[in-house]
């Protein structure tokens, strides 16, 4: 073999020699870039990330109620007695229900505009005006002078209403009976129960809101 011949082989198998560590390189790094892949896919089944639709192991164990809603029986402003589709509304005591919307029917012949503030209420929701008003007033014996507990109040059993406005309250103060509406609390002008027959004569009022 004549030397230039000899020099040539040579640096064809120099370049073979790098093109065969490269292809080796190339090779090595592949396959750690797919394991890498792999481990990585494999933590995301296990762990999905936020957003992805999969629930939380942790948050899905949590329940937090929040504050009371419409189906603890949270009314709107005004409500109407007649909207039975309010929880609020439709849980009352039926004879309570019946007396109240004929007395808003009469009232409004009158003039008057009746509304309810506040009718059936859920244990939650009258555990948190009671806990607002042991907050108010700093005792739980002052806060009873106000507020019921859920196993003592007649919201909780649907057999209690407040209505609204003031001239609503005044009417009702004077006609309810023929109803059988009462204010039951002296101090809440607002708060009426069925007390009596149709026509009948309201009993004394209570001294303290204990069934509010």
């Given at each position: 073999m004549l030397p230039d011949d000899l020099v040539a082989t040579r640096k064809r198998m120099r370049r073979l020699n790098l093109l065969v560590i490269l292809?080796?390189?190339?090779?090595v790094s592949c396959f750690a870039l797919a394991?890498?892949?792999?481990?990585?896919?494999?933590?995301?089944?296990?762990?999905?990330?936020?957003?992805?639709?999969?629930?939380?192991?942790?948050?899905?164990t949590k329940h937090h109620r929040g504050d009371p809603g419409p189906e603890d029986g949270v009314l709107p402003d005004n409500a109407s007695p007649f909207?039975?589709?309010?929880?609020?509304?439709?849980?009352?005591?039926p004879q309570l229900l019946k007396a109240i919307q004929d007395a808003a029917r009469a009232a409004e012949q009158?003039?008057?505009k009746l509304h309810l503030t506040t009718g059936w209420r859920s244990k939650e929701y009258q555990q948190e005006f009671l806990e607002k008003a042991i907050k108010r007033y700093g005792s739980r014996e002052k806060a009873s002078e106000y507020v019921a507990t859920p196993e003592e109040s007649h919201h909780v059993t649907g057999d209690a209403v407040d209505v609204g406005p003031t001239d609503a309250d005044d009417w009702l103060n004077r006609k309810g009976a023929r109803f059988g509406l009462c204010q039951t609390l002296a101090n809440e002008i607002w708060h009426f129960e069925l007390a009596t027959t149709p026509g009948g004569t309201c009993p004394p009022m209570k001294s303290t809101s204990s069934s509010r």
């Open positions: 292809a080796i390189v190339v090779a394991a890498c892949t792999s481990v990585d896919n494999t933590h995301s089944a296990t762990s999905a990330p936020a957003g992805s639709g999969a629930p939380d192991p942790v948050k899905s909207d039975t589709s309010l929880p609020g509304v439709a849980n009352l005591n009158a003039g008057i």
